[in-house]
Nanobody, 117 residues
Framework: QVQVVESGGGLVQAGGSLRLSCAAS????????MGWYRQAPGKQRELVAR???????KYADPVKGRFTISRDDAKNTVYLEMNSLKSEDTAVYYC???????????WGQGTQVTVSS
């Protein structure tokens, strides 16, 4: 079982920045994919960014050039740096860990990000 805990959400004005953190209960080098997802009210949960254990990254089109996913293996933590925030970035942001063996798909409890225009 892997536990992931998000932190760093909050209220920010449009154009501002936030950094989210996701702390894992195990070595993230053993996790195949670490990712950030978000869910806005009335919408489905969607991928924001993800990073493989090999360092490959993928970003959703709406956040490309504004958000950056990174990792600190020594701290077992993944970050999401969010710049030039827009009101449409308002959502609950979830951390996700996917492991191939033992197979597992783990979610955090989410952290609220609210961008005021």
């Amino acid at each position: 079982q892997v536990q992931v805990v998000e932190s760093g959400g909050g209220l920010v004005q449009a154009g501002g920045s936030l950094r989210l953190s996701c702390a894992a209960s195990t070595s993230i080098s053993s996790i195949n994919v670490m990712g950030w997802y978000r869910q806005a009210p009335g919408k489905q949960r969607e991928l924001v960014a993800r990073m493989t254990s090999g360092g490959f990254t993928k970003y959703a089109d709406p956040v490309k050039g504004r958000f950056t996913i990174s990792r600190d293996d020594a701290k077992n933590t993944v970050y999401l740096e969010m710049n030039s925030l827009k009101s449409e970035d308002t959502a609950v942001y979830y951390c996700n860990a996917q492991r191939n063996w033992p197979r597992g798909d783990y979610w955090g409890q989410g952290t609220q990000v609210t961008v005021s225009s």
